[in-house]
């Protein structure tokens, strides 16, 4: 049963070595299929540009409208008097222009057109006897030019409270757009570390079985030499429970390499365990990953998403505190008339300045419940205290981060050349203590344990390189700048 293991064990894992060489997958090509295949990388930057684009949205505020009407009229109603028209026939258009400014007033520039007919009854007509034509006009033109303006007083003076509404959605989703895009680069790193992830756990699965394989020779000599009586049977079962304890950290070491598959996988948005490809050895990785690590990081992305959000609840704050204030607002409106059966006559009064209509006025509006509204801005107030609270916060967070980042960077190379100068020594002794073994000078239970350690040197400097790679990642995906616009 056990040589059925041991078979099983050496078919799997050249089954794995044959997989693996089939292909090149280098980490530049992994992670253009993330970003072409990946649904979480996807999601993120879609939504980064989502948000981008929606920040626009309150530019439409002080953005000019265009408003054009239209409207046949054909009244043949009966009426109460025949003083009144039988029939009233009129084509009523209009254009005008709006705008909100940003410093407060807001602005109207019009034209309203009215072509009337009107049919009037016979009896008025008989009245009026032969000055009827001139009595009554039955076609005419009514034009009128017309601009007005209002302008807030007291709330919103100065635009003051529009620009605080504008800013708050403004804010929010700017705020949106950088955490997204924060999440967007961090789907990125974690894909980097799935990708070493998987090639650590395949250079410890090739550990394994060339741990494996040096005790099975240990074993197979040991049991040559108890045949021959030069050696006790105790020292061939110290040799047999050497080779199962490595069969069992090599089929631990299979598993722990086919979740790295499934990870690495998910991150292209592919369903499958397998991944035939060979990946870059972690040394190469090391060489190709530059990062320059400055002494004190920029605004992180995630930072600068805090600071929005802290505008936005300063925004909300004033937006609503306007409402403690009455709305008096000033009115001010010009109109031209013009009448007349002929259209160029009509247009031509109605610029002039014979028979203009003059307004001025305010209106004034009054909460009567002004303690709801101070207790509501109150509110926001704290809204925003606290945010500035969590902005200190963020940032405290972000400088202890960085500098720990920089120190594990330092400590890791310290830890690197240690471990690798250990590897070397523990290789070294590993070769001479089989000679040493060869020549009757030293016992298998002491080369099993040198094979045992120099295999873990090797496993020990391999996880440095990777916990390297994932630092120098983590750094780059921290100094990212980019926010997710729109290109």
Known sequence: MKREI????????????????????????YLAQVKSQGTNYQAAQAQAEGYEKQSHQMDLTYSPQLLIGYNHLDDQSQQPSFLSTTRTLADTAGVSLVDKLPFGPSISVGYAFNDLNLTYSPQLIALAGSNA????????YQLSPVVSLSIPLVKDFGGAQTSAGVKAVQY???????????????????????????????AEVDIRKDTLDR??????????????????PPDALQAEASVRQAELDLQTALNTERSARLNLNRYRNTATEEVPEQLEALEDSLAEEKVDIPAKIPERVDLQAIEDLTQEKKANYDQTYQNIYPDITAIASWRGNGLDPNFATANSTAF????????????????????????TAEGYQKEYDSSILNLQDKRLAVDQEWRDIQDRLADVDKRL???????????RNADEEKNQLA???????????????????????????????GLLAQAQWWLSTDKGESK
């Open 133 to 140: 034509s001139e009595a009554f006009i039955s076609s005419y």
């Open 352 to 375: 002039s300045t014979d028979h203009p209509t003059w307004m001025l006025g305010a209106q004034f509006n009054l909460s009567l419940d002004v303690f709801t509204a101070e207790r």
């Open 439 to 469: 020549l009757g000078r030293t016992t298998q239970f002491q080369l099993l344990s040198i094979e045992n350690e120099y295999s873990l040197s090797r496993l020990s400097r391999l996880s440095l390189v990777a916990e390297k790679l």
């Open 6 to 29: 041991l078979l099983a064990l050496t078919i799997l894992m050249g089954l794995s070595t044959a997989a693996w060489g089939q292909t090149k997958l280098s980490l530049t090509d």
């Open 215 to 232: 005790n099975q020779k240990i074993w197979d000599w040991t049991k040559h030499r108890v045949a021959r009586n030069l050696a006790d």
């Open 417 to 427: 050349a240690m471990a690798a100068e250990i590897e070397s020594l523990q290789k």
């Open 172 to 202: 929010g989703l700017e705020s949106a757009q950088k955490l997204s895009a924060f999440q967007r680069d961090g789907v990125l790193f974690n894909a980097k570390v799935a990708y070493w992830g998987l090639a650590l756990a395949r």
